[in-house]
């Protein structure tokens, strides 16, 4: 226990950013270039992540996110977002808070570029009265009534955050509610961290910067477009550290919206693979302008023998209302 927590704080930036079951569904926290590339003109998603509980105190995530197109001229629509997300564990929490702003240009029919930057801020906090420690053993047991006699200068420490990103979005056709598109996808690509601001550990470290990037494509079955398949790719780069998550869902059409309201049924199934890390199954139902979703993960790195195998629990809702103001299809 006390190996995993010292890690929490002695580790650089890399191991201390949040990650999702839902990775694709988080677009504002993969790159600002992401912003106001969604189907319709809004979007809002809440999570909740349990991490680890086999292993001391489970990391714990949750938080919310969203953007929305704001206006458009003739071929480019503007567009703002952001999210914020805390996460604790142990002794240790950190939260993030994040905005942006992004221009997406039309260049062609059914071809889109993104372009945008935003800025944020990072709060963490440590208590190391609340960890286990070495001095702390009295020859038979952990005591926690025996004084460690460490010291840090610092416990708490806020630091400023900048962030730029691009995205590129084709589709065959423009969107349809009752309908897959026969063939669509996004490529991006986000850059964070980009004035090094130090961070909370024991050498004051500077974060460095993070390269994200994402692949997410949909590609419609059948003559009548009613099931597709949604894979994707996500690769992270910061440092010396790296991850590689890749994935898939097959979607299908339970019900069609009626002539009176929008009321079609979505539902998700599929799973992914973080390399080294953990095998994840996914679910998840839209309905109308909502949806929700649960993953479950599982430990695949050498940590599954303290976690048992567990690797997290993740409850995902959106809220998307089927509204296309200032799109450019």
Not at 132 to 148: A, C, L, R, S, V
Not at 241 to 258: C, H, I, N, V
Not at 269 to 286: C, K, P, S, T, V
Not at 300 to 326: D, H, I, R
Request: aromatic share 14%; glycine share 8%.
């Amino acid at each position: 226990m006390l190996l995993v927590s010292f890690s929490v704080i002695s580790n650089r930036a890399s191991a201390q950013d949040p990650h999702f079951s839902f990775s694709n569904a988080f677009v504002e926290y993969q790159s600002p270039g992401l912003i106001g590339t969604q189907d319709n003109q809004m979007s809002f998603q809440m999570v909740y992540r349990n991490q680890w509980r086999n292993v001391g105190t489970a990391f714990q995530t949750y938080g919310l996110s969203g953007n929305s197109r704001i206006s458009k001229t003739t071929n480019t629509s503007f567009s703002v977002g952001g999210f914020i997300f805390n996460q604790s564990a142990f002794s240790y929490s950190s939260l993030l808070a994040h905005v942006a702003a992004a221009a997406n240009v039309k260049l062609s029919e059914g071809k889109i570029m993104s372009v945008g930057i935003g800025s944020g801020t990072r709060y963490e906090s440590l208590n190391p009265d609340e960890l286990m420690w070495t001095d702390q053993f009295n020859g038979y047991e952990y005591d926690p009534n025996i004084q460690h006699g460490e010291y840090f200068d610092r416990q708490q420490k806020a630091s400023f955050d900048l962030s730029a990103g691009m995205s590129y979005k084709f589709m065959s056709e423009a969107p349809n509610i009752d309908r897959f598109t026969k063939s669509s996808g996004t490529i991006s690509a986000g850059f964070w961290h980009l004035n090094q601001g130090k961070r909370l550990t024991l050498s004051d470290e500077q974060a460095d910067i993070k390269m994200v990037f994402m692949t997410d494509l949909l590609f419609a079955m059948g003559q009548d477009k009613k099931a597709a398949f949604n894979p994707w790719v996500l690769g992270m780069l910061q440092g010396s550290a790296y991850e590689l998550t890749a994935g898939g869902d097959f979607r299908f059409f339970l019900k069609q919206s009626d002539k009176y309201s929008v009321s079609r049924a979505i539902f998700s199934i599929g799973g992914a693979y973080r390399l080294n890390d953990a095998a994840m199954a996914r679910i998840m139902f839209d309905y109308a302008n909502y949806g929700i979703g649960v993953a479950y993960e599982m430990n695949t790195s050498s940590l599954k023998e303290a976690s048992k195998g567990f690797g997290c629990f993740e409850v995902f809702l959106k809220y998307s209302p089927m509204t296309k103001s200032f799109s450019l299809y």
